[in-house]
C-alpha cells in the first residue's frame, strides 16, 4: 500500500494482478518464467525462484519469481536449483536471499551455504546477501539474536570457498553500493 500510486509500476507472477486490484499502481504487468517487460529504459525479465506458492488454503498458485534487470538478478525468496546455472554468464550482480525470518528456516530457503552454492552457479560478480539480519518473532532476541548477524558472517566465509572470484558486498540498513 505505501508503494502504490500514480507514477508506481508493479511486476507481478502472472494470474496475481487481482490481488493489487485495490490498490493505485499505474500500471501492472504480469509475468511468467521467460517473460520480459520494458519500464522506461529498464527491461525486466522474471526467472523462476524455487519456493513453496501455496500458503493459504483458497489461495490460487502463482509461480515463484526472480528477477533479472540489466545483468542485476533479484532471486526473490528461493531454493537452491541447478537450474539456477543457466543464468551463468548473464548477471554482474546478485541479490541472494541467506536466511528467512527468526531462528530457523522453512522450506524454499537458502541458508548461508546453499546460498554461496547458488552464487558458485550464477557466478556474478558481486552479490548483495539479502533477506537476513531484520526480523525475528517478538521476545526471541535475547535467546536468538545471534540469527541477526550470523548469516552474513557465514555467507562471506562460504562464499570466499565455493566462489573465490565472487566479491561479497554486505550492506547495513540504508548503506548503498557503487558499483
Known amino acids: ?21 485495490r490498490l ?7 509475468l511468467a518464467a521467460g517473460e520480459r517487460a520494458r519500464i522506461a529504459a529498464a527491461e525486466i525479465e522474471a526467472v523462476p525462484a524455487w519456493h513453496p506458492t501455496r500458503r493459504w488454503p483458497r489461495r490460487t498458485d502463482y509461480d515463484a ?19 539456477m546455472e543457466e543464468l551463468r554468464g548473464r548477471v554482474d550482480v546478485a541479490l541472494v ?6 531462528p530457523s ?3 524454499g530457503h537458502l541458508d548461508p551455504a546453499s546460498a554461496a552454492r547458488a552464487v558458485a552457479l550464477v557466478a ?10 531484520t ?19 557465514a555467507f562471506a566465509a562460504q562464499v570466499g570457498r565455493a566462489a573465490p572470484s565472487v566479491r ?4 547495513a540498513v540504508g548503506e548503498a553500493l557503487s558499483l
Do not use: K, M, N
Open 1 to 21: 500500500r505505501t508503494l502504490a500510486g500514480s507514477a508506481t509500476t508493479a511486476v507481478v507472477p502472472r494470474g496475481s494482478r487481482r490481488l493489487l486490484q
Open 24 to 30: 493505485a499502481f499505474d500500471t501492472v504487468h504480469e
Open 65 to 83: 519469481l526472480g528477477f533479472l534487470v540489466e545483468r542485476v538478478w533479484f532471486a526473490g525468496d528461493t531454493d537452491l536449483d541447478p537450474a
Open 97 to 102: 536471499p541467506i536466511w528467512g525470518w527468526g
Open 105 to 107: 528456516l522453512g522450506p
Open 124 to 133: 556474478p560478480e558481486v552479490v548483495v546477501p539479502i533477506h537476513w539480519g
Open 135 to 153: 526480523l525475528l518473532p517478538l521476545g526471541t532476541r535475547w535467546r536468538h539474536g545471534e540469527a541477526l548477524s550470523a548469516p552474513a558472517h
Open 168 to 171: 561479497v558486498a554486505t550492506l
